[in-house]
C-alpha cells in the first residue's frame, strides 16, 4: 500500500516568507509526527498529533511554527518568516495507534532551503 | 547533556566482519528503545525494537542495558547492503521520541 507522502520534496525560499509543508500519512494511522534533521544533527522533534489534537507541541521551536492536521489524515507544518536556521529536511511519520511500541514509517522529507 | 548519545563513527569495516555500535541515553525513565537505519539522503526506517531481554533478527542483536543505560547493536557477517547511518531512538514518555545522530557504517569489499 502507499506509504507516507510528503510534498514539496525540496522548496527554497527567501528569508522572511512563509512557506507550508504536507504530510499524508498512511491511511488509518491515527498518529503523526513532524521532526526536522538539520545537516549532521540527529532528528529533532517538533510535534505530535494524536487524531486532530496536538497533545504534545513543545519540540516547535519557536512561534513561527504551527502544525494543523485535519480530518485526522492530512497535516500541514507552517513556517511564517523564515530564517536561515530553518533550513533543514522536515520529516513526517506516521504510527497505526500511537503507543510507543508502535513502529514510525517515515515520509521522504522536505528538504527546505531557506535562502 | 543530550537525551541520546551514539558514537558517530565512521565504522568501516570489510564484509563479513562483526561490528558492535553503542548508544547511551540519558533518562533512567526512558521506556522503548529501538534502532533504526538511515541511508543516504533517505527516510529512517526502522531496523529493531529493543527489549529488555535483549533480542536477535538474523544477523543483527540488540541488547538493552538499564542499569548502565545503553542500548548496543551487533551485526554478524557483514553485508555491503549493511552500509548505512544506524540511529539510536529512545522514548521517555508519551509520544516524545529522542534520536540519537547516528552511527555511520560502510562496508568495503
Known amino acids: 500500500g502507499a506509504g507516507v507522502s510528503q510534498s514539496p520534496s525540496n522548496k527554497v525560499t527567501e528569508k522572511g516568507k512563509d512557506v507550508e509543508l504536507r504530510c499524508d500519512p498512511i491511511s488509518g494511522h491515527t498518529a503523526l509526527y513532524w521532526y526536522r534533521q538539520s545537516l549532521g544533527q540527529g532528528l529533532e522533534f517538533l510535534i505530535y498529533?494524536?487524531?486532530?489534537?496536538?497533545?504534545?507541541k513543545s519540540g516547535l521551536p519557536s512561534d513561527r511554527f504551527s502544525a494543523e492536521r485535519t480530518g485526522g489524515s492530512v497535516s500541514t507544518l507552517t513556517i511564517q518568516r523564515t530564517q536561515q536556521e530553518d533550513s533543514a529536511v522536515y520529516l513526517c511519520?506516521?504510527?497505526?495507534?500511537?503507543?510507543?511500541?508502535?513502529?514510525?514509517?517515515f515520509g521522504p522529507g522536505t528538504r527546505l532551503t531557506v535562502l | 547533556r543530550k537525551e541520546v548519545e551514539q558514537d558517530p563513527g565512521p565504522f568501516n569495516v570489510p564484509e563479513g566482519a562483526t561490528v558492535a555500535f553503542n548508544c547511551t541515553y540519558s533518562?533512567?525513565?526512558?521506556?522503548?528503545f529501538f534502532w533504526y537505519r538511515q541511508d543516504c539522503r533517505k527516510e529512517p526506517k526502522l531496523l529493531m525494537s529493543v527489549y529488555s531481554s535483549g533480542n536477535e533478527d538474523g544477523r543483527f542483536t540488540a541488547q538493552l542495558n538499564r542499569a548502565s543505560q545503553y542500548i548496543s547493536l551487533l551485526i554478524r557477517d557483514s553485508k555491503l547492503s549493511d552500509s548505512a547511518t544506524y540511529l539510536c531512538?529512545?522514548?521517555?514518555?508519551?509520544?516524545?521520541?529522542?534520536f540519537g545522530t547516528g552511527t555511520s557504517l560502510t562496508v568495503i569489499p
Open positions: 533518562n533512567s525513565a526512558s521506556q522503548s
Open positions: 511519520a506516521s504510527s497505526l495507534v500511537g503507543l510507543p511500541s508502535n513502529e514510525q514509517f
Open positions: 498529533f494524536q487524531g486532530n489534537s496536538a497533545p504534545d
Open positions: 531512538v529512545v522514548n521517555r514518555w508519551g509520544n516524545q521520541f529522542y
